[in-house]
């Protein structure tokens, strides 16, 4: 007898098959009563009739537990009212293991910090378990659109001797009696992969160490950045549109069920659509003003402002050209404004906030070495990636895309802290609560 998944089941049609699982609920009507069954590809309902299947199985209805493992022999049957067409005549039942507590994860309410430190047995939820497939589709679609535009993976160190996005927000630790850093990004270790292959790009995790508690922030979260020679401002804006369009495209295409469990509302991504609006800085500040908001000229976007400016327009919106201040040192200045620095935030609909950070480096050395003085930054960390304007500096521009925001875009989550397999940090927003579905 063969073993077999639940997403396989079609391909077995009327075949006796064995399937190893869990049990997710259980419900009896009469002399029948039905298991439903997780094996980490799908839900299945398998159906336990006096007579069909052995009596010792017949009867092990009152004694089963949620999260009992079990396997189970039984011939599929084709059933379109059943989650996922199909369901399971069962023959026998053998227990691998009984839970003999009580499974902590109930069908109610439970808070926040409850279900993330619960985190490892949260993530079989259904709507957990949609979500993490979903972003593992976002992972491989990424993946591939950067091999299939031929990108080398140049994976960036994780302990770093310097900061990229400034120093608040380092983790510090003692590094063999020195001072080392948790990386912030991978951007500058990529410049020096576009230096030598053209394009190349990291994906991996990044650290902030901020204590500020949104829906928006992580303190560890993961980061895929691109970098590309020969490449401005503009190019760099199409780069990020495509890679965008690329994934939103193979998520629904590949991953129909698990927006449908997440009740995602697939008419807001299927109109996200190229060109996407580009807009300065100067006109996404005029956009607040006409719509009541008494907005500082020269401070960087809050939360709000993110949303009321992306909520003109369907698709992800690229704000370009910002003060030169609100930018890190790396930023070139535009040419015709040099107040002005060539970087570039895109902006979610639907209040997401920034998903894709970037812009045009700077390639003159005296300028670079001018700007990471003013930014107080010592310029000895900075020797390697100065010799990167030394010897063969070229235009050049890339971009970071956060993956945890981009996927509570995409399923359409506001609590991004539950995307992560991680304990709660303190920019988690605490004192909510959910359902364990949630």
């Known amino acids: 007898m063969e073993t077999v998944t639940i997403k396989d089941l079609k391909n077995h049609e009327n075949e006796e098959v064995k399937i190893n699982g869990w049990v997710y609920n259980r419900r009896s009507i009469g002399k029948v009563w039905f298991l439903i069954l997780r094996d980490g590809t799908g839900l299945l309902q398998c159906v336990v009739v006096d007579g069909e299947s052995d009596s010792e199985s017949f009867h092990l209805e009152q004694n089963l537990n949620q999260e009992d493992s079990v396997s189970i022999n039984g011939i599929v049957k084709k059933e379109p009212r059943a989650v996922g067409g199909y ?93 080392a850093y948790l990386t912030q990004s991978g951007q500058l270790y990529q410049e020096a992969g576009a230096m030598a292959f053209g394009k190349s790009y990291c994906f991996g995790p990044v650290f902030r160490a901020e204590k500020s508690k949104t829906r928006r922030h992580l303190t560890e979260f993961w980061m895929v950045e691109p970098e590309i020679a020969y490449c401005d401002l503009d190019q760099n804006m199409d780069w990020m549109e495509s890679l965008v369009i690329y994934i939103i495209d193979e998520v629904i295409n590949k991953c129909a069920l698990e927006l449908n469990v997440l009740e995602r509302d697939l008419e807001k991504l299927k109109c996200v659509k190229r060109p996407f609006p580009r807009i300065t800085y100067d006109e996404a500040v005029d956009i607040l003003k006409k719509n009541g908001v008494d907005f500082q000229y020269g401070k960087d976007f809050g939360g709000a402002d993110e949303t009321i400016i992306s909520n003109q327009y369907d698709s992800p919106v690229m704000i370009h050209r910002w003060p030169v201040d609100t930018k890190a040192f790396y930023m070139k200045r535009d040419e015709d404004n040099k107040d002005l620095a060539k970087g570039v935030d895109m902006i979610a609909p639907e209040g997401y906030g920034e998903i894709v950070g970037g812009g045009q480096r700077e390639d003159d050395i005296e300028i670079l070495i001018d700007t990471i003085r003013h930014h107080d930054l010592p310029l000895k960390p900075f020797e390697w990636y100065l010799d990167l304007r030394r010897y063969g500096s070229v235009p050049h521009s890339g971009f970071g895309l956060g993956l945890e925001r981009f996927v509570a875009w995409i399923c359409g989550t506001k609590h991004i802290s539950c995307l992560l397999y991680t304990s709660p940090s303190p920019r988690d927003q605490r004192g909510s609560r959910m359902p364990a579905s949630a």
């Open 87 to 179: 369901e399971l005549g069962v023959k026998s039942i053998s227990v691998v293991n009984h839970t003999s507590n009580e499974y902590p994860i109930s069908n109610k309410e439970h808070g926040t910090d409850f279900l993330m430190s619960n985190r490892h047995l949260w993530i079989r939820s259904k709507r957990q378990n949609s979500i993490l497939r979903i972003r593992h589709q976002i992972i491989k679609s990424i993946r591939d659109f950067f091999d299939n535009n031929d990108f080398i993976l140049v994976d960036s160190p994780v302990f770093t001797g310097n900061a990229v996005e400034g120093t608040t927000t380092l983790f510090e630790l003692e590094y063999f009696e020195k001072k």
